[in-house]
């Protein structure tokens, strides 16, 4: 069977992302570790879309290929994957968890690139093949207070850009959706108060994320950024100096508090 394979599909942009698929007739293979919300969410589209549907429950961190190896038991065939799972952190540095900040690394990109990898090979063999990793409006720039959830989008959006030039010859369209600050789980996560600084207008809509990336998979572009202005946004920051970009992001993610605060 073919699948769309979609990580993170347990809440969040994740799920409303593999909604997108599957209101059009795709068949979708769902990756989490939370296996009751994957049970629900699989039941809910299938009776909904009337699609074939399966779900993965695993630790992408600890055992990757245990993704790849379900897949070739079942005798699937992920024509497109979404790399989507990831969490963030917010704070300073130097204050921070460490297990949870290389926690998200491993996450973010470790598990990116050990799932990109296995698949990617399947793809080649067949002549083609679509991946679509999640980045963020944080790929653009450096994140003072949340300098490692930057740093490993920015990694996101440089492998993405570079594979799929590599990968351009045999078919495999490779690209990145950058959702802006968007309502989900992220923040809870996060630890995050983003009410001490940011207004609902600032937030995007995870159903409004994953609108922008289903059409970026139509159009096979390198990237998209979600949101209305902040495309304008980037372009500025990007002409800017990176230690006057990076000052003017850590004033504005300053206002934010920690959870805990």
């Known amino acids: 069977m073919k699948v ?27 990756v989490a570790r939370r296996e009751e919300l994957l049970k629900e969410i699989a039941e809910e589209f299938k009776e909904e879309y009337h699609i074939g549907i399966d779900y993965f429950a695993c630790d992408l961190v600890s055992d ?6 379900y897949c070739q038991e079942k005798n699937y065939e992920v024509g497109v994957l979404i790399n989507n799972a990831g969490y963030g952190d917010y704070g300073s540095f130097i204050e921070a968890d460490l297990d949870k900040t290389l926690g998200m690394i491993d996450l973010n990109n470790k598990a990116l690139v050990a799932l990109t990898y296995y698949f990617v090979k399947d793809m080649k063999e067949r002549g083609y093949g679509t991946i ?21 989008k920015a990694f996101v959006m440089s492998f993405s850009m570079a594979l799929r030039e590599e990968l351009r010859k045999y078919n495999i369209k490779v690209s ?29 809509t995870t159903t ?11 159009t096979g572009k390198p990237y998209a ?17 990176i230690e006057l970009c990076a000052r ?12 805990s605060d």
């Open 64 to 69: 990757p290929k245990a993704v790849y190896d």
């Open 225 to 241: 950024i979600d949101g209305p202005g902040y495309s304008l946004l980037i372009s500025v920051a990007r002409l800017m100096p």
């Open 208 to 218: 409004q994320a994953a609108v922008t990336g289903y059409k970026l998979f139509e």
């Open 132 to 152: 679509i990793n999640v980045g963020s409006v944080a790929s653009f720039m450096p994140g003072p207070y949340m300098a490692v959830y930057y740093a490993t």
């Open 176 to 204: 990145v959706l950058c959702p802006a600050p968007t309502r989900s789980d992220f923040w809870k996560v996060a630890e995050s108060d983003t009410s001490s600084f940011f207004n609902d207008q600032v937030f995007r």
């Open 4 to 30: 769309v394979l979609v990580t993170g599909a347990s809440s969040g942009i994740g799920k409303e992302y593999a909604r997108q698929f599957a209101y059009r007739g795709y068949n979708l293979l769902l």
């Open 248 to 259: 003017l992001v850590g004033l504005v993610q300053s206002k934010t508090k920690k959870k």
